[in-house]
């Protein structure tokens, strides 16, 4: 059974600090780009970084860029997401994703149809 499963999400002040994780199961993670996307009630979902395997090259929405670092350890098929300086705005459904190839795509990263695996999500809810 190929799964991917969130955790680490919650609830955290203004100002504070998550670290998101993503476990996988009956595939390893070796191979694929993965993504984080998010969605609030009533948005659309959103990408919020992509990680590619063989470079490691990042990718981040402007609206977390300097706060949310994405990271991968392959040993543990495990991705991350570090959220820092969280704001309300980023309350959301936070989800990870493994891509149909390698590399984050420099035009496709935050487009949902490019990844194949889908997490169940994770509620991360930032308030005061």
């Not at 476990?23 to 993670?29: E, I, K, P, Q």
């Not at 780009?33 to 992509?50: H, M």
């Not at 860029?65 to 705005?89: C, H, W």
């Amino acid at each position: 059974q190929v799964q991917l499963v969130e955790s680490g999400g919650g609830l955290v002040q203004p100002g504070g600090s998550l670290r998101l994780s993503c476990a996988a199961s009956g595939f390893t993670l070796d191979n694929y780009a993965i993504g984080w996307f998010r969605q609030a009630p009533g948005k659309e979902r959103e990408g919020v970084s992509c990680i590619s395997d063989s470079d490691g090259y990042t990718y981040y929405a402007d609206s977390v860029k300097g706060r949310f670092t994405i990271s991968r350890d392959n040993a543990k098929n495990t991705v991350y997401l570090q959220m820092n300086s969280l704001k309300p705005e980023d309350t959301a459904v936070y989800y990870c994703a493994a891509s149909r190839g390698y590399y984050c795509s420099a035009y496709g990263w935050t487009i949902p149809y490019e990844y194949v695996y889908w997490g169940q999500g994770t509620q991360v809810t930032v308030s005061s």
